[in-house]
């Protein structure tokens, strides 16, 4: 199966009334496909997209379930191989549209089977696109993907790489689907074929992504509708079908999209806790001063749907001399009485230049004991993939890990385009 060069179903849109978005290219200089890709739309977009070159509405739904079933479940990449769709009517999809995902420009594999894809995606000129990462994390039993929602990030946690990056737009739904389907191309993870030789995969007999954590750049709930319809194409159970309790989506705390989360999309929650006061959780979390830890804790309450079997999964990042001892550990428990909550302790993941250290794994040892006496069990996340700077927080696109110098001589190749 080939992969088409580069697809994309839309043009990115900013983020709605979000008054810290920063919007550092103009929309309309993004370098739109000639032919958009039909990945990550609804159906009923699909539908209006068949309606808009001809196809009859009578016909529109078998279509729709047919092109459906092809991309989702057998992972076409083209329309040729539809064979149940006569030629007429694959070669009018093929003159209007294409099934292509973000081209994948760079996969590096890590000592532990972790992968990670550096994805291109159209930028304000083809000599200037931009880029996202994508982490695949494998295990005996399942293999998670870790998924962007934006190019880079706006908020600025100071212990986060992806929260350095200067350039921010919002992913489209076909660009976070496209992901997940670039991974599961990347992986031969398609009815039929076999894992790439020597990829770590689970080997339960199933299939290779069973799980999605929205953990990569960005923060999804300032990229709230986009995130909404791709992860809604993804639970779908007669296409990708990964339930949406193998769904986690990581907040740093956008509130007010908090109780939408629960409401339009279902999904499992993480949030991305990491203090007990605000005064600290000022710091490291920037947007606790627009939304305190206590407003947090209050939508969390309130998330639809909890249960001892569905519970908040709380993301606290060890911070050596920051955030570690045991009187904020006693706090965190006592902090959380009273929610059906996971702790998730993760090891910092240092990145270069940053001014914060890993916790001493004693010291992380003594934390976890306090919380797992307080009833969580295994609290400590295992950092994966630090070798290829795969780990949670180390994401950052290529292009902004160029020197000034490179990047200055990028945008005067641009100017000449
Ligand atoms: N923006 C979302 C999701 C992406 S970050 C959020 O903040 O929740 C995914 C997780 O990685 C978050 O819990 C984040 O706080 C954590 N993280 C960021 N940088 C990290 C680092 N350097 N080491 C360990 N975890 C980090
Ligand atoms: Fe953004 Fe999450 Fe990183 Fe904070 S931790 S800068 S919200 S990606």
Known sequence: MTTPDLGLSARAAPAAGIDSFIEKTPLERYVAPERPSLVGLSRAALAEAFGSIGIPERERRMRVQQVWHWLYV??????????????EVRSLLDRHFTLARPEVVAEQVSVDG?????????GETAARPHEVECVYIPDTERGTL???????????CTFCHTGTQRLVRNLTPGEIVGQVMAARDRLDDWPGQNPPLGAIVPTNGGRFVTNIVMMGMGEPLYN??????????VADGDGIGI???KITLSTSGVVPNIARTGAEIGVMLAVSLHAVRDDLRDTLVPLNRKYPIKDLLEACRNYPGLSNARRITFEYVMLKGINDSLADAKA????????????????????PGTVYECSDWEQIEKFSEVVFNAGYASPVRTPRG???????GQLKSATEKLSA?????????AMTD
Do not use: H, Y
């Not at 709230?224 to 194409?233: G, Q, S, T």
């Open 386 to 392: 630090r070798d290829i700077l795969a780990a949670c």
């Open 332 to 351: 965190l428990v006592r902090l959380l009485k009273g929610i059906p909550a996971k702790i998730n302790l993760i090891p910092f993941n240092p990145w």
């Open 74 to 87: 057998r992972g076409a990449a083209c329309f040729d191989v539809m064979t149940s769709i006569s030629k």
């Open 114 to 122: 972790t992968r990670k894809w550096l994805l291109r995606l159209p």
């Open 243 to 245: 339930s949406k309790r």
């Open 146 to 156: 870790c998924v962007s929602s934006q190019v880079g990030c706006t908020l600025n």
């Open 405 to 413: 110098r490179e990047r200055l001589a990028l945008r005067a190749m």
């Open 224 to 233: 709230f509708e986009a995130v909404r319809d791709a992860l809604l194409v």
